[in-house]
């Protein structure tokens, strides 16, 4: 699976952005595909997931009710539409993918085979 993010940007706190990933491979069976964020001097972490086949979706808490998880399978393009952004979203987002994944292990960057390169995203005050 090849991974193409793009999208990131400066925005201003309490904007928008939307965070594209596309995804090459020869079959989407059982594939799950996720964002990850990673801020300077910390841990990657897990942002949203969601399962291609069926759009079964999970979130971390920091993105509930803000970030939307959505997908295309005519352009076999995952997307992360991000609201009311904050100081403290500003990283580096990674899309990942992985088969076989579990609704409980989507949070686990581990269970991911594939990634794509970063996409930075800042927000400013």
């Known amino acids: 699976v090849q991974l193409q993010a793009s999208g990131g940007g400066l925005v201003q706190a309490g904007g928008s952005l939307r965070l594209s990933c596309v995804a090459s491979t020869s079959t989407f069976n059982s594939l799950t595909m996720g964002w990850f964020r990673q801020a300077p001097g910390k841990d990657r972490e897990f942002v949203a997931a969601?399962?291609?086949?069926?759009?079964?979706?999970t979130y971390a808490d920091s993105a509930k009710g803000r970030f939307a998880i959505s997908k295309d399978t005519f352009k076999n393009t995952m997307y992360l539409q991000m609201n009311l952004l904050k100081l403290e979203d500003t990283a580096n987002y990674y899309c990942?993918?992985?088969?076989?994944?579990?609704?409980?292990?989507?949070?686990?960057?581990?269970?991911?085979?594939?990634w794509g390169q970063g996409t930075q995203v800042t927000v400013s005050s």
């Open positions: 969601i399962r291609w086949s069926g759009g079964s979706t």
């Open positions: 990942a993918a992985g088969r076989g994944l579990i609704a409980s292990t989507r949070d686990d960057l581990r269970r991911y085979d594939y």
